[in-house]
């Protein structure tokens, strides 16, 4: 069987090599932002390895990195396998990394295989503010000018911090990924939830991904003497949200206890100026809902909406909100789904089916190609965080579903 040669040792040492890159000491967490020296010595590493087996490499407009056995031109229909290795800051070493690794070791095994390995550019959302930006680029979702608008932390555009790594804006037209041009994707992940692990299962199917809706919220106050100012007189601005934030936590756990499946976190708060001695008179924050229907989504948007309001209105605070991103939750590919189940039961091993609550380039790509995903165990569920783990050979048993997946 094609699958005999996966090595689990190999990819083993491929994960730890990736891990070695990081812009934060291990012991605190692994940091691999897009565009950062260590994702461009990780994206190298990954190259430098398709360049071993003898595949060559693009980089696509969008900054997504291709690999070929180069027997096979760009045009030919093959499946696409991989994910990503950016992390969230201080993650773990396995989100993304697992479904760049099973890839590699697929193309290793089986290098005359229908595959093109693929790392996508800046799935997190850490760098620019909004994720799965190679995906969503490459797709055609997300044009020139809305690229442009994107900014990182020094104020660069997509582009131009994208441009000493490949990508390029002029290309993105004529390179936009054109539905049917593969066979499908493939993308291998870790759960990031705890159900595999508990049930003491290698790995799942996945059918369907939940939809995200994101949004940015600005409250402003007044800026004021923290020692001058009687309690009565303040427009806090940090105040107003914190109640925000603990009034969004009881509506997310309604909305969890009414169907099991719906959450929201509010996981970013910036506050002006931040001073010790002064009334905070701006508080910036995020909000992040997961829902498995639109409906839901669009519930929890006009509950969230109300409830911001009056609490801005109560306190004398001027509130905008503005919805970052907007994704629908997203079927997977019946016959994708199929071929992992078939390549499973040839390989004798019983993989159930199961739904993501995060989210992946795979959602992107759905609707213009075959797609699924593989999930593998993560220990107690537990993800972006240092402590993140995923047996090396629960991630060699999705490496060879995917294998014979491919093969087939
Ligand atoms: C990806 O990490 C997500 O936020 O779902
Ligand atoms: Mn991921
Ligand atoms: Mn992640």
Not at 33 to 60: C, E, L, M, N
Request: net charge negative; with cysteine; glycine share 10%.
């Amino acid at each position: 069987m094609v699958s005999d040669s996966i090595d689990p040792d190999r990819m083993a040492r491929d994960i730890e090599a990736i891990a070695g890159f990081t812009e934060e000491d291990p012991r605190v967490g692994y940091s691999r932002p897009t565009f950062s020296p260590s994702w461009r010595r990780a994206r190298d590493y990954v190259i430098g390895q398709a360049a071993v087996t003898g595949f060559k490499t693009r980089v696509d407009a969008a900054g997504n990195v291709h690999a070929r056995n180069p027997l096979r031109g760009w045009s030919e229909r093959v499946w696409l396998c991989g994910s990503h290795i950016d992390s969230v800051p201080t993650g773990g070493k396995y989100d993304g990394v697992v479904g760049v690794v099973v890839a590699l070791e697929v193309i290793r095994s089986a290098p005359e295989a229908p595959v093109e390995l693929i790392v996508f550019a800046e799935e997190e959302g850490t760098t620019f503010n909004l994720g799965m930006i190679g995906s969503r680029a490459w797709a055609g979702g997300l044009g020139p000018a809305e690229l442009r608008e994107l900014r990182n932390a020094k104020g660069e555009d997509f582009f131009s911090a994208a441009a000493a790594h490949g990508a390029a804006l002029d290309r993105l037209a004529e390179e936009k990924l054109r539905p049917g041009a593969y066979l499908g994707l493939i993308e291998t992940h870790v759960e990031q939830g705890p159900g595999l692990w508990k049930s003491g299962t290698a790995a799942a199917i996945v059918t369907a991904i939940a939809g995200r809706r994101q949004y940015a919220c600005t409250l402003t106050g007044e800026t004021n003497h923290a020692g001058a100012t009687r309690m009565t007189d303040r427009r806090d601005a940090l105040a107003g949200a914190a109640q925000i934030v603990t009034s969004l936590e009881t509506l997310g756990r309604e909305l969890d206890r009414e169907d099991g499946q719906t959450v929201l976190t509010v996981g970013r708060l910036d506050v002006e100026p931040n001073a010790v001695n002064v009334i905070p008179g701006r508080a910036r924050f995020s909000i992040d809902v997961r829902a498995r229907s639109e409906e839901t989504l669009d519930g929890a948007d006009a509950r969230l909406r109300e409830m911001l309001g009056d609490i801005a209105a109560e306190r004398g605070l001027e509130l905008q909100v503005s919805c970052t991103e907007s994704i629908a939750p997203v079927p997977l590919d019946p016959a994708v789904c199929a071929r992992l189940r078939n390549a499973a039961a040839r390989l004798g091993l019983d993989v159930p089916d199961t739904t993501s609550g995060a989210l992946h380039d795979t959602a992107i790509l759905a609707p213009l190609l075959p797609a699924a995903m593989l999930f593998v165990a993560s220990r107690d569920g537990i993800s972006h965080n240092p402590g993140e783990y995923s047996r090396i050979e629960d991630i060699a048993c999705a490496a060879r579903i995917v294998a014979e997946a491919v093969c087939a």
